[in-house]
């Protein structure tokens, strides 16, 4: 997806590039729809019309409607071939992810052009854009090459070296710390924590552009010893660009549904008040961290 005239992913206007695939399993993610590499069907059940017009499109019978139930989709039968969309009157149907060349993605990121010269830029984000190293790759050359200033959003579980493909083209990496124990990193996230923590003191140890962002969700970090941690962590690492508090939001669960994910809403809490994002921040400052929020 390209995202055009965002404004929270980097500094300015910025286009924000997503890329599919992500290592990660967060039990709380925002964008569902990057978890899986490939093109996936969305189905909005409340938008359906039980017209059965997908039925006959779909060549692998993947639309069945049944006399009680109605419109069922088998999703495992699913290719994203596309042709059941093009008969849907009511858009129930639509295809999330699209294959496009790296030329393509750069010509709509320099329509914006003219905004980038006052303040933005091309941020990719995902998923985790990093998984796609050769198309990131060369997307960020080209944009440092036309004068676009570049952002990288990722959340440090690839290789080392793919980081240090992308940082002689990146201006600033958004680097997530989604919590700092293992256990609960394992639990939530899905993967160990170790090998993002590395990778984040290497990449600060290169000479990188790094703000440090904490997606923090109710219930799930926190937590005064996972800040405790993050202090510990960002301490030692002078020259970052700060660290960044990122409160939760609910927009991802709606999304869930339609992509055939299930979730046991245990990662599903009110969004936060101001003044509980506000305690966040002033429990990290007095532990010494410099956070950007101006909250």
Known sequence: DIQRFSIHDGPGIRTTVFLKGCPLRCLWCHNPEGMHPGPLLSFDADKCLGCGSCVDACPNLA?????????IFLRERCTASGECIKVCPSGALELVGRDLSCDEVLDQVLRDRLFYET??????????????????????????????????ETA??????RLARVAPYTDLFLYDVKDTDDA??????GVPIKRILDNLRALHDAGASVLVRLP????????QDHFREVARIVRPLSGLLGVEVMPYHSLGIGKRPRLG??????ADPAPPSQETVAGWVGSLRSLGVEVVNET
């Open 63 to 71: 639309h069945v409607m049944d006399e009680q139930k109605g419109h």
């Open 119 to 152: 303040s933005g830029g091309l941020t990719l984000s995902g998923g985790e854009p990093l998984l796609q190293i050769e198309f990131a790759e060369a997307l960020l050359r080209g944009a440092r090459k036309a004068g676009v200033h570049t952002a990288v």
């Open 156 to 161: 440090g579980h690839v290789t080392f070296a």
């Open 184 to 189: 609960r990193h394992r639990k939530n996230i």
């Open 216 to 223: 923090i969700i109710p219930g799930l970090n926190d937590r």
């Open 261 to 266: 994910l299930e979730s046991d809403g245990s």
